[in-house]
């Protein structure tokens, strides 16, 4: 069975303070992993899809990385909008549904 | 609209009404899903449908029933509903939900509370 587990549960960073926010992954055969923002009330909204270990994304201040074992998301200089629930999730090569974590939610304060 | 929409947004709803949910996507996919979300718990996938098949039902009760009539627009039937079944209620659609990556967008939910 697939599993995803996300750590920390929540981080609170000051504005401008860089961190990273870690994804660890038990899939049978990776497919793909996906990182997703949730802002409160509303639904996720796609980042990234990492492909295969050593493969890394950016999207200005976020930049995602993938091992076999794990991925992070690096928020650099963070902003108070990018304040959310960051949400990982794996598809496996047996089984084509998502499965997804907990969540790390973010607050970053002005 | 672009992307996936869905309504209503929020729906508040006794344990003895009846009630469905809407979703449409417009990104012209055809795979579109049911997630449940409830604090602290990863999104529980409820139904998949593939080309208007339903090809997932992950042991969902019988009180939920989704209704899939063309490859844009997914339906969500409520009855007798449980306090329990309060929790935010999502849809997504990918391109396939069968081979290659299964990429999803979501809509913004259905904040469903029942009293």
């Known amino acids: 069975e697939d599993q995803v587990t996300q750590s920390p549960e929540a981080l609170r960073l000051q504005e401008g303070e860089s961190s990273s926010l870690n994804c660890s992954y038990t899939?049978?055969?990776?497919?793909?992993l996906f990182w997703y923002r949730q802002d409160p009330g509303k639904g996720p909204e796609f980042l990234f899809t990492?492909?295969?270990a050593g493969e890394e994304k950016e999207k200005e201040r976020l930049k995602a990385t993938l091992t076999k074992k794990e991925s992070f998301l690096h928020i650099t200089a963070p902003k108070p909008e990018d304040s959310a629930t960051y949400l990982c999730a794996v598809q496996s090569g047996a089984n084509s549904k998502l499965t997804f974590g907990k969540g790390i939610t973010l607050s970053v304060r002005p | 609209e672009t992307g996936v929409t869905q309504t209503p947004r929020h729906l508040v709803m006794g344990m003895t009404n009846k009630k469905s949910l809407k979703c449409e996507q417009h990104?012209?996919?055809?795979?579109m899903y049911w997630y449940k979300q409830s604090a602290k718990k990863p999104l529980e996938l409820m139904f998949v449908?593939?080309?208007?098949?339903?090809?997932e039902n992950n042991s969902v009760p019988s009180r939920f029933s989704p209704e899939c009539p063309n490859s844009s627009h997914l339906f969500l039937h409520l009855h007798t509903l449980q306090p329990e079944d309060s929790a935010l209620y999502l849809c997504?659609?990918?391109?396939?939900?069968?081979?290659?990556?299964?990429?999803?967008?979501f809509g913004p939910g259905t904040r469903l509370t029942v009293t």
């Open positions: 449908y593939s080309l208007e098949e339903r090809v």
């Open positions: 990104l012209g996919h055809n795979a």
């Open positions: 990492l492909y295969s």
């Open positions: 899939v049978s055969g990776l497919r793909g």
């Open positions: 997504a659609s990918s391109q396939d939900s069968t081979s290659g990556l299964n990429e999803q967008y």
